[in-house]
């Protein structure tokens, strides 16, 4: 079983402060990274994508990925309340079906 | 990023019938559709995969008889959940693959809610 782990959380952070969200995969010859983030009641939104070791920054956001160590997260600088939600880390090979973690549910206090 | 729409976004039926859900990629052509389920409280689990002009792939557990999935364009891919029960009330999202668009990446329609009585 192939297997991608979050932790469920919730993950609570003061607004301006930094929310750092983390996985694990257990499929070494994965390839392909996501963070998509899903608002109750409504179905996933993708954030971001990675493929390759190192950092990728969008906006906010920052996806890192450390293949050696078969891990994957998720940084949000500057957290807004409107980021409070379920963040799903979802692993793939090439041309397969997304593997989604359970997710981890952040909360941003204002 | 690639538009992808579910129709209907919410049904209640009665125990016993069938209810069927549509899935269409509006700006891209998906060879390649997917079908998930989502229970309360819990991740997305993958029901199916939906090829243009084959037969769909089952995951293990999904009863490819009680839920039918048809491919028939690369546009629309529809899921028919029959003689629902109650145990069926979930929320089904599908998801496309843009060829053009970044390796793996999925676009998730909004989802359909589905209360069986």
């Known amino acids: 079983q192939k297997e991608v782990e979050q932790n469920s959380g919730p993950l609570s952070v003061p607004e301006g402060a930094i929310a750092s969200l983390n996985c694990t995969y257990s499929?070494?010859?994965?390839?392909?990274f996501f963070w998509y983030r899903q608002y109750s009641g409504k179905s996933p939104e993708l954030i971001m994508s990675?493929?390759?070791?190192g950092d990728k920054e969008d906006g906010r956001f920052t996806a890192q990925l450390n293949k050696a160590s078969q891990y994957v997260s998720l940084l949000i600088r500057d957290s807004q309340p409107s980021d409070s939600a379920t963040y799903l880390c979802?692993?793939?090979?090439?041309?397969?079906?997304?593997?989604f973690g359970k997710g981890t549910s952040l909360l941003v206090t204002p | 990023g690639a538009v992808v729409s579910q129709h209907p976004s919410w049904v209640i039926c009665k125990s016993g019938t069938s209810v069927k859900i549509e899935c269409r990629s509006l700006?891209?052509?998906?060879?390649?559709m997917f079908w998930y389920r989502q229970f309360p409280k819990q991740s997305l689990m993958l029901m199916a995969t939906?090829?243009?002009?084959?037969?769909?792939?089952?995951e293990q557990g999904v009863e490819k008889d009680k839920f039918l999935i048809n491919h028939a364009s690369l546009t629309l891919s529809t899921l028919t959940v029959t003689s629902a029960h109650p145990e069926d009330s979930s929320f089904y999202i599908c998801?496309?693959?843009?060829?053009?668009?970044?390796?793996?990446?999925?676009?998730f329609g909004p989802g359909t809610r589905l209360t069986v009585l």
């Open positions: 499929d070494r010859g994965s390839q392909s």
């Open positions: 700006d891209f052509q998906a060879t390649t």
């Open positions: 939906s090829n243009e002009g084959s037969k769909a792939t089952y």
């Open positions: 990675i493929y390759s070791n």
């Open positions: 979802a692993v793939t090979h090439s041309g397969y079906a997304l593997n």
């Open positions: 998801s496309a693959r843009d060829p053009q668009g970044r390796v793996d990446e999925q676009f």
